[in-house]
């Protein structure tokens, strides 16, 4: 039952005046999750290849170093943003709901992108810049060093910026966390900044993230419990929306968002068979199984229609390469206190 005392104690953090700012010293001082793991570093140094993969696959067909990314809920260390730097992105706009940048953690973040330059190289199979070892001090020398414009507190539905400004939006493991009725408004504002020739790629995790806190969990077990009960054990500090895979896609296409592909990763025969075993709660019981089973999901999209959607994937087998999708890992979470973006 170590989930369920990680979700009383974070329903308190969630209750307190400040409580990302508790959070945050929490996992610095008490857990000890943070900075994360170097293995959770190269997890996500991974997935900026893969969203980078996508841009090139389905953008504009513009270098990267005159495109103009966005991402909203940039998190705490920016590794995701400063790997596309890595990449020869030079500029970058991040907005959040509330300023959670963390300058220790982005620092974290620039020395393993230096102390691990060959090795990263060797991953992206392409030559990458190196930061070197210097740190930050400033948001403003964050944006004059790397590009990188971070807006917070900043609402992602309305974000007053120039529409068809951007050429690529990025989201990862964001959208989970965000309340069922602000994700359309938020993906309609993507669409809305997104140049006609731009392109979205999201990932989504699908899982109850209590399972990365207790090994014993299924990553199915929120869908047990009524709305009623799960707003007693839903936290603002990890919020879980609990939505499905047909959610999404109903969410992207309501946003006026065309979809081009997606991926997903669908569980062992030993999750399908735990699933299969759970006690639903009511308002998951019409969904398919195949469709209830998804893990987690990449989702890329566009403002204007080019054809058909790709038939769906195996997300363990969809990684960047070279511009392709070539792998990605079927267990996204930290196994801190909900976030490893």
């Not at 990890?238 to 992207?252: A, H, I, K, T, V």
């Not at 987690?296 to 566009?302: D, E, S």
């Amino acid at each position: 039952m170590r989930w369920l005392a990680k979700a009383v104690l974070q329903k308190g953090i969630g209750a307190l005046p400040a409580s990302e700012s508790v959070n945050y010293a929490f996992q610095r001082r008490v857990s000890r999750s943070l900075p994360t793991s170097e293995v959770t570093f190269k997890r996500k140094f991974g997935r900026a290849l893969s969203h980078h993969g996508a841009y090139v696959e389905h953008g504009p067909q513009r270098d990267v170093g005159e495109a103009v990314f966005y991402e909203f809920g940039a998190g705490w260390d920016l590794a995701i943003q400063l790997s596309y730097w890595s990449l020869g992105v030079h500029r970058q706009v991040l907005v959040d709901i509330r300023p959670n940048l963390r300058l220790e953690l982005v620092n974290t973040t620039i020395g393993r992108l230096h102390r691990l330059h060959g090795e990263l190289e060797e991953e992206a199979g392409r030559t990458l810049r190196d930061p070197g070892a210097g740190a930050v001090d400033s948001a403003a020398e964050l944006e004059e060093r790397f590009g990188i414009a971070y807006l917070a507190p900043q609402d992602a539905r309305a974000t007053g910026l120039e529409s068809e400004s951007i050429d690529f939006v990025s989201s990862t493991n964001t959208l989970e966390h965000i309340p069922a009725r602000d994700i359309v408004p938020i993906l309609a504002e993507c669409r809305r900044l997104l140049r006609p020739n731009g392109v979205i790629s999201s990932r989504i995790d699908l899982r109850d993230h209590f399972c990365d806190a207790d090994a014993g969990l299924s990553s199915y077990n929120f869908l047990r419990y009524s709305d009623r009960a799960w707003r007693l054990l839903n936290s603002s500090v990890m919020y879980q929306n609990r939505l499905r895979e047909p959610d999404y896609l109903r969410s992207f296409a309501d946003a006026g968002l065309t979809i081009v592909t997606k991926a997903a990763t669908h569980p062992t025969a030993e999750q399908l068979t735990a699933l299969r075993n759970l006690d639903l709660a009511p308002r998951f019981r019409s969904y398919p199984l195949e469709e209830l089973a998804v893990q987690a999901l990449v989702v890329i999209a566009c403002p204007e229609a080019t054809g058909s959607p790709d038939a769906d994937e195996e997300l363990e087998n969809v990684r960047p390469r070279g511009g392709a999708w070539v792998g990605t890992s079927a267990r996204p979470g930290s196994g801190g206190l909900g976030d490893d973006r």
